[in-house]
Nanobody, 125 residues
């Protein structure tokens, strides 16, 4: 059974930085893509970032472009989300997601089969 475990969330002041990690285990296929989404209280979950298995393809949502970076370590089956210049509107539960195979881009929630439990990120003003 695939498990995704996020870590690195917490409370940070506006303008600060956090690095989220998501470790995958139980994988039965070597090739997979991963992504990050977030859900603020009372709002729908939204796409944040994507990285393909090879790392050749990555994409950052316009709302966080220039401030967030996604990277991966295939040897550790781990994906990272580096978040800089954080803003209070970024307060949300951040989820990582995974699906087998590889594509040039996965933006929709329906394109990911496996999800982590989420990690809370709170940004104070």
């Amino acid at each position: 059974q695939v498990q995704l475990v996020e870590s690195g969330g917490g409370l940070v002041q506006a303008g600060g930085s956090l690095r989220l990690s998501c470790a995958a285990s139980g994988l039965t296929v070597r090739t997979y893509d991963m992504g990050w989404f977030r859900q603020a209280s009372g709002k729908e979950r939204e796409f944040v970032a994507f990285i393909s298995w090879s790392g050749d393809n990555s994409y950052i949502a316009d709302s966080v472009k220039g401030r967030f970076t996604i990277s991966g370590d295939n040897a550790k089956n781990t994906v990272y989300l580096q978040m800089n210049s954080l803003k209070p509107e970024g307060t949300a539960v951040y989820y990582c997601a995974l699906d087998y195979g590889t594509r040039s881009l996965r933006l929709a929630e329906t394109e990911y089969r496996y999800w982590g439990q989420g990690t809370q990120v709170t940004i104070s003003s």
